[in-house]
């Protein structure tokens, strides 16, 4: 599966906390990241983790783009609970792209962990049907 990671600056820790906690499932997986959130990450795991662009110059569109593409099956997208005014039209739109493309998203870590369960268990296998960028890689053709 692949898996894009957001952490606002109040949650980069909490973001990282997490993946500790879960690292044994999200190793199994695909993960980017937008830079801050993913060296973040990286530094309190070891994961392999794509850097992205940070989230300021880019990094969310990179994501916006790969869900747009049908090319994020999770996005765990840890987000401060009073926004800065210039972010939330981000936000909202990468949000709503999740909604347009069946794109599981957790904002808060009790969703999170439901999510991170559900991939343990299989539960999400059918996104494999709707990412044409599985099948590339499961047949070395990415």
């Known amino acids: 599966m692949?898996?894009?990671?957001i952490a606002?600056?109040?949650?980069?820790e909490l973001m990282a906390q997490f993946c500790i906690a879960y690292s044994g499932i999200l190793s199994k997986?695909?993960?980017?990241?937008?830079?801050?959130?993913?060296?973040?990450?990286?530094?309190a795991t070891d994961l392999d983790i794509e850097m992205l662009m940070s989230g300021s110059t880019g990094g969310c569109e990179q994501i916006q783009s790969r869900?747009?593409?049908n090319e994020?099956?999770?996005?765990?997208?840890?987000?401060?609970?009073?926004?800065?005014?210039?972010?939330?039209?981000?936000?909202?739109?990468?949000?709503r792209l999740c909604d347009v493309y069946s794109v599981p998203v957790a904002t808060n870590l009790a969703t999170a962990e439901v999510l991170v369960m559900?991939?343990?268990?299989?539960?999400?296998?059918?996104?494999?049907?709707?990412?044409?960028?599985?099948?590339?890689?499961s047949k070395g053709t990415f």
């Open 67 to 69: 869900i747009s593409f």
């Open 118 to 137: 559900a991939l343990d268990r299989g539960e999400l296998d059918w996104r494999k049907l709707v990412n044409p960028y599985l099948l590339r890689r």
């Open 8 to 12: 606002d600056d109040g949650k980069k």
């Open 72 to 95: 994020i099956d999770i996005l765990f997208f840890f987000r401060d609970t009073e926004p800065a005014e210039r972010h939330s039209a981000m936000q909202q739109d990468m949000l």
């Open 2 to 5: 692949e898996i894009a990671l």
């Open 29 to 43: 997986h695909h993960i980017c990241a937008t830079q801050t959130t993913g060296k973040y990450v990286k530094d």
